[in-house]
């Protein structure tokens, strides 16, 4: 499944009344596919890593978020595909709705595929994704260089959700940076952490 298609999982879970997240209706645009890395403050706080992918935002929920250390296996849970203008989504999922919390952009940038040849033939990015196992190229404002996503466990029942390991590989822009402070992190877009969009949001709705 892929492109607008892919998107009924997403939709299905939201109001768009009454949340600010996008309902996916733009066409995609760009040759060069992107990734967002979003830290969400929601029941549990995670980051949600995200790559473009067939026209959507192919996603992981990772709960300790992205470290720069090989040695460093973070469990990224899969979520449903997101439209691929969820990329500059930042702001507050009002309470009672699915996801309610405080969203900010933590990284933002391109990727390529680091492609292996499979039998002498090379696969395409989503096929590796389909197959459990797929590597890439990172060149964002604060994430850089190889990382591999290694799927461990297919989901089971209506959510389907997979387990997968996401891991630094070890290149030259490798370090010892482990997991990032996600109360002190700034948005890659606007500057802002985590509690100054919710009170700024507050602000605007008349009740901070
Ligand atoms: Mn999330």
């Given amino acids: 499944m892929s492109g607008r298609n892919a998107l009924t999982a997403y939709r299905g879970k939201r109001h768009f009344d009454r949340t600010a997240e996008p309902p996916g209706e733009q066409p995609p645009a760009g040759e060069t596919p992107c990734f967002v890395v979003q830290i969400h403050d929601a029941s549990t706080l995670h980051f949600d890593f995200r790559l473009e992918v067939d026209g959507v935002l192919k996603s992981w929920s990772v709960p300790k978020g992205p470290s720069a250390d090989p040695h460093d296996k973070r469990l990224a849970m899969s979520t449903e595909d997101h439209p691929l203008e969820y990329r500059e989504f930042e702001g507050v999922i009002p309470a009672g709705e699915y996801g309610a919390g405080t969203v900010i952009v933590w990284d933002q940038g391109s990727y390529h595929p ?8 090379t696969r395409s990015f989503s096929e590796s994704l389909a197959d459990g196992h797929a590597s890439f190229w990172l060149d964002g404002s ?6 591999a996503l290694t799927r461990f466990r297919t989901g089971e029942g209506p959510g389907k959700r997979e387990s997968w390991l996401l891991v630094k590989e070890n290149d030259d822009r490798a370090g010892r940076r482990g997991t990032p402070d996600a109360w ?8 802002r952490t985590l509690k100054r969009v919710a009170a700024e949001e507050a602000a605007e709705r008349g009740d901070g």
């Fill in 114 to 121: 680091l492609t292996r040849k499979k039998k002498g033939r």
């Fill in 184 to 191: 002190r992190a700034r948005s890659v877009r606007s500057g």
């Fill in 142 to 147: 604060k994430l850089h260089g190889g990382y």
